[in-house]
């Protein structure tokens, strides 16, 4: 895979997505911020939803995506599996707490379950969540996922 940006920051992997909204959004964010990003199928929608690329707006084209038929599919891309971190709501450790590197593979769930628990568990030492102070589960997948990259940006322009 080679990538159309001249640097890439991060590479966000959305599994199964739901919500084309969310998945134009993201889209948006990833060309912001330069990000790849991958979606891992089944999705909940076709690409070609009129939603998905009315909320990418005209950022679309430039948008570096990539999609994989499966999770094993996805998974052959990884050069390097201790470089993928996963993010649920069901796990302690913060993404505060985790120095992020250039080409870092951020992994979210689908909307309305998250990541798998088999998942979780398996990579339970590269599990991060995003701490909540209000009185809500979680936050919407596209806010989620610009709060990690942007976070992630900001540690590679300031290392600790």
């Not at 995003?130 to 300031?158: D, K, Y």
Request: hydrophobic residues 35%.
């Amino acid at each position: 895979m080679s990538s159309k940006y001249s640097k890439t920051n991060f590479r966000v992997v959305l599994i199964e997505p739901e919500i084309p909204n969310n998945t134009g959004n993201i889209g948006r964010t990833c060309v912001g911020s330069l990000c790849e990003l991958h979606v891992v199928e089944p999705l909940g929608f076709e690409i070609s939803d009129k939603q998905l690329r009315r909320a990418g707006l005209d950022y679309w084209p430039h948008l570096e995506f990539f999609r994989h038929k499966s999770w094993e599919d996805w998974w052959r891309h990884v050069d390097t599996p201790d470089r993928v971190f996963f993010f649920s709501t069901k796990v302690k450790k913060t993404f505060y707490e985790h120095q992020f590197q250039e080409g870092d593979w951020l992994v979210f769930g689908k909307e309305t379950k998250g990541l798998e628990r088999e998942v979780i568990e398996k990579f339970s030492n590269q599990c991060l969540t995003i701490p909540m102070q209000g009185s809500v589960r979680s936050l919407n997948l596209a806010t989620a996922v610009a709060i990690v990259a942007f976070e992630g940006i900001r540690q590679l322009s300031q290392p600790f």
